[in-house]
């Protein structure tokens, strides 16, 4: 059930990167949602991830762009390439987040050096819109970004 769940959400987030607007996939058993929520809480960057997505569509839960945004965040902050993407994605459009082009080119790097494909795509555009400043500060931030890991439990 779990890896169906992650499958689902990562499909409806590739259609959400490419900037498409799919249908939601077919909503996990509440059970799952559950499941999905204590790990996300206890620092799981996947399930983080998986909630984001679902927040984002509205599976299970009420759609909610900012909380969506939140849990990319937390995943991103892991290492976490699918947050960092959705992340990045979020801060262009403004979406969840404040509209933030440098944020976002930084995210956009850091999911293209894991080889984000998509990510390598959005760096090609998003360079263009900004100044020679700006693309220093989004890559010194990338430079010095560290991934936070959560605390071990108890």
Known sequence: MKTCLALLCLCAMNGFLLGQAPKPPIAAAPKSLQEIKAKAEKGDATAQFNLGAM??????VAKDEKE???????AAEQGDADGQLSLALMHTQGRGVAKDEVEAYKWY???AAQGREVAKTSIVGIKHGLTAEQRA?????????KPQLPPKAK
């Open 68 to 74: 969506a945004a939140n849990w990319f965040r937390k």
């Open 137 to 145: 500060q989004g890559e010194r931030r990338a430079r010095e970004w």
């Open 55 to 60: 927040y984002y569509y509205g599976l299970v």
């Open 109 to 111: 790097l850091l999911a």
